[in-house]
């Protein structure tokens, strides 16, 4: 059925062009499969050899408004043939399912940059539902770009007119059209895409040939069309030797915490309730009983964490995963495994808020809740990843932590890492250190609070003979963990716990200047606003600029040389997706006047929005 030669679909008459990078954007109705297009596109890209970064956007609801601007889902990717750190800040061609995609849409366009449009959406009930009172591809409005009108739908349609397929399964299919005319725009081989398609289906041989069909139409039409006189070619990048595969936040995430159940020896509990964009941690972990996981998908919140901390108590790697409301909800537990002193991940992949907020959208603004949300003293060490491919190694590091100090752990990402992807270097476990695991087997000597050089207390499986002990969420005497109210064993419990949360900076690296070590201004991010730091740091040194920038990871504590940095820095600006909330940590934690640069618009930030704020402080230091 499929042995159509496609070698030929790679031969091309028209000029090539080489650029470094392109950021193109896909946009269609929810229904439009353009979150699939998109992957589909970067898998192509990520196995020629280019470093990518993406930008997954679309809306919370299942059943979006279909034709509003409500409804607009969009996949962004910058892809370059060299390192890059973010999908992108102006879009080079945007393709545009219908109106509202590009009502939605055209504003990230630069100008000049191009335009796929299926022109058979552009009727006068989708311009209506977009809120067009004219038809952009009639008026003159568009004048400030290059317009590629196609006829997607019809297309799609005459393709498949002899398969009998019903207007609606038909018309699906015409995402793979656009896929094939950019799949040929940018030179890149269809194989891949058909090799997907064919195991994606092979259980419904006709789906498989109209999607490949359209697919090839698509590519040919690229070649054929007079609308398109030019391709383009975009080299592999030249990144450190290994072995890569393309991988987004929560599917690396969920590789560093088997991979710390691996090196530790442990299985993994992950109890956790659904919500987005946490989620897909459950559905991938559930896929991984070969590692011995065992995953619970709970009924709320609160069982879901409950379940986590006693699968701890029993011996295991106790996980639970959520997002900002889950936090919240999980907060009176958390307390509890303060106070039990069990060793537990807790993933936070923050969203917009508050309440339900934005589901779908990023932000940073569960920091302070991390640190401080909960009643009484009940300190936690909280990390945050800084890229997709850094949630594998911060996933393996708070398992780190949390057995080796007996403690839970806060790992933080967001939105934007949890959907959005990179090239990812793998790595082999004889790679990984081993992580050590005592569990407490001899009966003399032995008392449930009786703590070590860094105050962890024994791990003790219940059912061990000898090693009964209490356990709960009422304050406990010193050593023997006793049920105890006194005023001074209190205050010492609470100090201890403190003191070893504290502790941990012993442990973790020193903060680490990108630059020079002093000098007029200072970038300090923390989380996913690494990638536009970067970006926004590397255009200011292009400029002649001096600019030096520091990325925390470790947040609670804090490296222990943090305020030794931050002094030597007449400014300090803090680029973060909330109101200022390491600001607030910084300023009183060391009495720096740190400079605060808040977006809070369910987006990460653009390198240009940094590149602004850091020539402001400059001018005015001058």
């Given at each position: ?375 009484s003293e009940a300190p936690i060490p909280v990390l945050a990843a800084a890229t997709p491919a850094d949630c594998f190694n911060m996933a393996f590091e708070a398992v780190r932590i949390a057995l080796r100090f007996m403690t839970p752990v806060i790992l933080l990402s967001d939105g934007y890492l949890a959907n959005g992807s990179e090239p990812w270097k793998t790595v082999r476990s004889d790679e990984l250190m081993d992580i050590e695991v005592n569990f407490r087997t001899e009966e003399e000597g032995f008392f449930p609070y009786l ?89 200011q040194r292009a400029k002649g600029n001096q600019v030096s920038m520091a990325h925390l990871k470790y947040l609670n504590p804090l490296p222990k040389n943090t305020a030794d940095v931050l002094r030597k820095f007449e400014s300090v600006l803090i680029p973060e997706m909330n109101l200022g909330q390491l600001s607030k940590i910084i300023r009183s934690e060391f009495l720096i006047n740190a400079i605060s640069l808040n977006k809070v618009q369910g987006l990460p930030f653009k390198a240009v929005e940094i590149e602004t704020k850091i ?8």
């Amino acid at each position: 059925m499929f042995e159509q030669d496609t070698e030929s679909l790679s031969k091309s008459l028209k000029k090539i062009r080489n650029l470094n990078n392109v950021t193109v954007r896909f946009a269609g109705d929810s229904g439009d499969g353009m979150q699939l297009t998109g992957n589909q596109f970067t898998d192509t890209v990520a196995i020629f050899g280019n470093d990518l970064g993406t930008l997954p956007d679309f809306p919370a609801e299942i059943r979006a408004p279909i034709g509003t601007t409500y409804g607009v889902s969009g996949f962004q990717l910058q892809f370059s043939d060299h390192e890059i750190y973010t999908p992108g800040d102006e879009v080079d061609l945007l393709v545009a399912m219908n109106p509202a995609a590009l009502k939605v849409n055209i504003r990230d366009l630069k100008k000049g940059g191009d335009i796929i449009v299926n022109s058979d959406s552009f009727d006068k009930k989708n311009l209506q539902l977009a809120g067009y009172e004219t038809n952009p591809l009639e008026d003159d409005s568009l004048s400030n770009y290059k317009v590629h009108s196609v006829p997607i739908t019809k297309s799609t349609l005459e393709v498949l007119k002899d398969l009998n397929l019903s207007m609606k399964v038909a018309t699906k299919c015409k995402n793979f059209f656009a896929l094939g005319i950019m799949l040929w725009l940018y030179n890149r081989s269809i194989e891949r895409t058909i090799n997907w398609i064919t195991r994606k289906f092979k259980n419904d041989q006709i789906i498989a040939e109209a999607n490949i069909r359209v697919l090839k139409a698509g590519y040919n039409f690229g070649e054929t069309a007079e609308i398109f006189t030019t391709r383009y070619e975009i080299k592999p990048a030249k990144l450190r030797k290994g072995i890569y595969r393309n991988i987004n936040g929560n599917d690396a995430l969920s590789l560093g915490l088997i991979a710390g159940s691996v090196k530790s020896g442990l299985d993994i509990f992950l109890g956790s309730y659904p919500i987005t964009p946490a989620s897909d941690i459950l559905h991938f972990m559930s896929r991984q009983k070969k590692f011995g996981v065992i995953t619970f998908q709970a009924e709320d919140e609160i069982a879901g964490i409950t379940s986590a901390i006693g699968a701890s108590f029993a011996g295991k790697l106790g996980v639970t995963t959520t997002s900002g409301p889950g936090m919240a909800l999980k907060t009176e537990a958390m307390g509890f495994a303060v106070m039990t002193e069990l060793p537990l991940v807790i993933v936070d992949v923050q969203r917009g808020g508050p309440s339900t907020g934005l589901p779908t959208k990023t932000e940073q603004a569960d920091l302070l809740q991390s640190v401080y949300g909960r009643n009484s003293e009940a300190p936690i060490p909280v990390l945050a990843a800084a890229t997709p491919a850094d949630c594998f190694n911060m996933a393996f590091e708070a398992v780190r932590i949390a057995l080796r100090f007996m403690t839970p752990v806060i790992l933080l990402s967001d939105g934007y890492l949890a959907n959005g992807s990179e090239p990812w270097k793998t790595v082999r476990s004889d790679e990984l250190m081993d992580i050590e695991v005592n569990f407490r087997t001899e009966e003399e000597g032995f008392f449930p609070y009786l703590r070590d050089e860094m105050l962890a207390r024994p791990w003790a499986i219940p059912g061990t003979k000898g090693l009964e002990h209490r356990i709960g969420g009422l304050e406990k005497k010193h050593i023997t963990g006793n049920v105890n109210y006194e005023p001074e064993n209190h205050e010492l419990m609470v100090k201890l716990r403190a003191q070893k949360v504290k502790n941990i900076e012993n442990f973790i690296p020193d903060l680490e200047v990108n630059g020079h070590s002093e000098g007029k201004l200072l970038i300090l991010g923390w989380g996913s606003t690494q990638g536009p730091i970067i970006a926004a740091v590397e255009k200011q040194r292009a400029k002649g600029n001096q600019v030096s920038m520091a990325h925390l990871k470790y947040l609670n504590p804090l490296p222990k040389n943090t305020a030794d940095v931050l002094r030597k820095f007449e400014s300090v600006l803090i680029p973060e997706m909330n109101l200022g909330q390491l600001s607030k940590i910084i300023r009183s934690e060391f009495l720096i006047n740190a400079i605060s640069l808040n977006k809070v618009q369910g987006l990460p930030f653009k390198a240009v929005e940094i590149e602004t704020k850091i020539e402001e402080i400059l001018n005015n230091l001058k």
